[in-house]
């Protein structure tokens, strides 16, 4: 008998002790610091630098530098006096030549890939979905495209100012613009499943927006709406300033605050956001904030956590576990290590 009790109390204690490993170590809820990779004054003032998949890449306006996490150099790209605007993606660099309107897509390394022209002017590149999408601005209207191969495909335009796009597929987007008159201003959302429709929101300018399959959700600087089937359902929400959709959920940042709403715009918590964030956005499934020098991430879970990165940087962008800050002629860079 005190053999076989002995033996329950046993896997008692070893079930007790499974249990709270694995509440203390759950998966994803691991708290995280930024510790530094390594440090870099350069000769020219830095015009635009960020993570670029496993690699840091730096761009001064004539180099293209490429450097591995522990900052060793693997390649320089000498572009000088050709006047290029660069944009970096997750794993492709892109040179936008204003003098032909000349685009080429560069892969991690540095190398090209394509090049492509346009009819107007680049404002700004951007990755979502796996696909690379191009906003450009003509004489007097906007247009998107999309980058397909080697080839451009116009997917939207508009006499307007494109503000926001989420695009699924060429016929599978939505655009929000900003359309001013002497009537006033309003936001015109536009919503295309294979056939396109509109709905405008006067007196209101969208701050972002994410299209799933059934639903487009709109945040403005008052509101958050969302619209099914030419229905509109909407909260008011002062100041407003950040918008993220993933895995079903609605995370607006607003004041401070971010607010996690379900499907049908229900708020289910709040969770206090210490800094003002510059940039509020999804990083690999997870959810983050950047200010300057500053980084939070797997924000709304326990393993919530906030690091000021030393003195004021121009700006701090993350990729993964990689953390890029730069100011005037430095470099700082920061992996997200397990605490």
């Known amino acids: 008998m005190k053999k076989k009790r002995r033996k329950r109390l046993l ?53 293209l530098s490429i450097y591995d996490q522990e900052g060793q150099r693997k390649a320089r790209v ?146 958050l709406i969302a619209v099914k089937d030419g229905e509109s359902q909407e909260v008011d929400i002062p100041l407003a300033s950040g918008l993220v959709y993933k895995k079903g959920k609605i995370y607006l940042l607003h004041s401070g605050i971010i607010s996690s709403y379900n499907k049908k715009l229900e708020e289910e918590k709040q969770d206090i956001l210490s800094m003002n964030a510059e940039d509020f956005f999804d990083n690999e499934g997870a959810l983050y904030a950047t200010a300057g020098g500053e980084v939070a991430g797997n924000l709304t879970t326990k393993g919530a956590f906030y690091q000021a990165l030393g003195k004021e940087m121009d700006k701090t962008k993350v990729q993964g576990d990689l953390v890029v800050s730069y100011q005037n002629r430095q470099i700082w860079v920061h992996k997200l290590v397990k605490e």
Request: hydrophobic share 35%; net charge negative; aromatic share 12%.
């Open 11 to 63: 896997v008692l204690v070893l079930a007790l002790g499974l249990g709270l490993s694995l509440y203390f170590f759950k998966p994803g809820t691991s708290k995280k610091i930024a510790k530094l990779q390594f440090h870099k004054e350069v000769k020219e003032d830095i015009v635009n630098a960020g993570p670029l998949g496993q690699n840091v890449v730096l761009w001064d306006g004539d180099f």
């Open 78 to 223: 000498d572009r000088s006096r050709e006047n290029l605007k660069l944009f970096i993606g997750q794993d492709q660099v892109y040179f936008y030549r204003p003098g032909d309107q000349n685009l080429e897509i560069l892969d991690k390394n540095g190398r090209n890939e394509v090049d492509l022209t346009l009819e107007e002017g680049i404002f700004q590149v951007q990755e979502e979905e796996g696909q690379t999408l191009v906003h450009c601005k003509g004489e007097n209207y906007e247009t998107l495209y999309l980058v397909q191969g080697k080839d451009l495909v116009q997917i939207f335009k508009t006499d307007n100012f494109i503000l926001h796009f989420h695009v699924l597929g060429p016929e599978d987007f939505a655009v929000s613009e900003l359309s001013t008159s002497a009537a006033g201003y309003k936001t015109r959302l536009y919503i295309k499943n294979q056939k396109m429709e509109s709905m405008d929101f006067p007196n209101q300018v969208s701050i972002g927006l994410f299209k799933d399959k059934d639903r487009v959700y709109l945040a403005t600087e008052q509101k």
